[in-house]
């Protein structure tokens, strides 16, 4: 199974860009792209998934590099409530189940 | 509103003492899951059901039940609870795109 790898945290200021980077570089040809976050206190949340072209959709966009062995996810404007642990995911296995990381703690400073 | 439903949200048990944490989807969904948050070991799979009557171990399933009856409920069975089991459970299911929707969790102690 490809693993993945996220830099355990990152800072972000208020109202600017975030790019988380994943490295998941032993990634096969028919392995999806999955994001989710976890705020406190809470499950996990889904945020987006791809394959290979870059998406878009209302939480976030994931640019996925063009030999596939990294991705960023893009938040436009952090917000505080986007303080998290974000999950880079590869499903796997013949049900493709979900195998969770470390994450990224993501902190959002005012 | 779709959801994934859990209950109890917070139980206290004692070792020994059969207990059963419920977790209900209103989506339609085939595909349930249970998962255990611990403490710099993360999120772990315990059971995984493909659908009614089908269900498969995670990777953590020793201590655990699951049963599929109906497609909208997946509950977690612990038949003899240990203090090993104490932890944050959720219950999640997936739809048709491959995205899972995970309930509030259930914090359980087992002293």
């Known amino acids: 199974d490809a693993k993945t790898t996220q830099p355990n945290s990152m800072e972000s200021n208020e109202e600017e860009p975030v790019h988380l980077p994943c490295n998941h570089s032993?990634?096969?040809?028919?392995?999806?792209i999955h994001w989710y976050r976890q705020l406190p206190s809470q499950g996990p949340e889904y945020v987006i998934h791809?394959?290979?072209s870059n998406v878009n959709n209302r939480m976030a966009s994931l640019a996925i590099a063009e030999d596939r062995k990294s991705s960023t996810l893009i938040l436009h404007r952090a917000t505080l409530r986007d303080a998290a642990v974000y999950y880079c995911?590869?499903?796997?296995?013949?049900?493709?189940?979900?195998?969770f990381g470390s994450g990224t703690q993501l902190t959002v400073l005012p | 509103e779709a959801q994934v439903t859990q209950n109890p949200r917070y139980l206290i048990t004692v070792t020994g003492k059969k207990l059963t944490v419920t977790c209900s989807q209103n989506?339609?969904?085939?595909?349930m899951s249970w998962y255990r948050q611990d403490p710099g070991l993360g999120l772990r799979q315990i059971y995984y059901?493909?659908?009614?009557?089908?269900?498969d171990k995670g990777d953590v399933p020793e201590g655990y039940k699951v049963s599929r009856k109906e497609k909208r409920n997946f509950p977690l069975i612990l038949e003899s609870p240990s203090p090993n089991q104490t932890s944050l459970y959720f219950c999640?299911?997936?739809?048709?795109?491959?995205?899972?929707?995970f309930g509030p969790g259930t914090r359980l102690t087992v002293l």
């Open positions: 999640a299911s997936r739809g048709l795109r491959n995205e899972q929707f």
């Open positions: 032993t990634i096969s040809g028919t392995d999806y």
């Open positions: 791809g394959l290979t």
């Open positions: 995911i590869l499903p796997s296995g013949s049900a493709r189940q979900l195998t």
């Open positions: 989506m339609n969904h085939e595909y």
């Open positions: 059901s493909m659908n009614v009557e089908v269900t």
